[in-house]
Nanobody, 127 residues
Framework: EVQLVESGGGLVQAGGSLRLSCAAS????????IGWFRQAPGKEREGVSCITSSDGNTYYEDSVRGRFTISSDNAKNTVYLQMNSLKPEDTAVYYC????????????????????WGQGTQVTVSS
């Protein structure tokens, strides 16, 4: 059974930090790209960042570049999203996602093509 289990969300003040974790199981971790999406109330789900475990390439949306860092621990089948300098506009449910053989640029435009989704973790940034 494929599972993506997120953790690490919570309530933080603006300027603070959180680290999200995504523990993956049930598929060959290194064969898939792993990414983070987020969805704020009343808004569409949007891509945030992605890492390809096989080569370590990373991608970031402009809104988070320089503040968020994605990393992967292949021995633990876990991807992390370190979020620094958080802003109220970062408030959303954050979802871990895994997909095979599709570029980040395609997946962020067509999230329906993601193969596996986690259950989501709430991040709330207060002003």
């Amino acid at each position: 059974e494929v599972q993506l289990v997120e953790s690490g969300g919570g309530l933080v003040q603006a300027g603070g930090s959180l680290r999200l974790s995504c523990a993956a199981s049930g598929f060959t971790f290194g064969d898939y790209a792993i990414g983070w999406f987020r969805q704020a109330p009343g808004k569409e789900r949007e891509g945030v960042s992605c890492i390809t475990s096989s080569d370590g390439n990373t991608y970031y949306e402009d809104s988070v570049r320089g503040r968020f860092t994605i990393s992967s621990d292949n021995a633990k089948n876990t991807v992390y999203l370190q979020m620094n300098s958080l802003k109220p506009e970062d408030t959303a449910v954050y979802y871990c996602a895994a997909w095979y053989g599709t570029s980040w640029y395609r997946i962020r435009a067509v999230p329906n093509e993601v193969d596996y989704w986690g259950q989501g973790t709430q991040v709330t940034v207060s002003s």
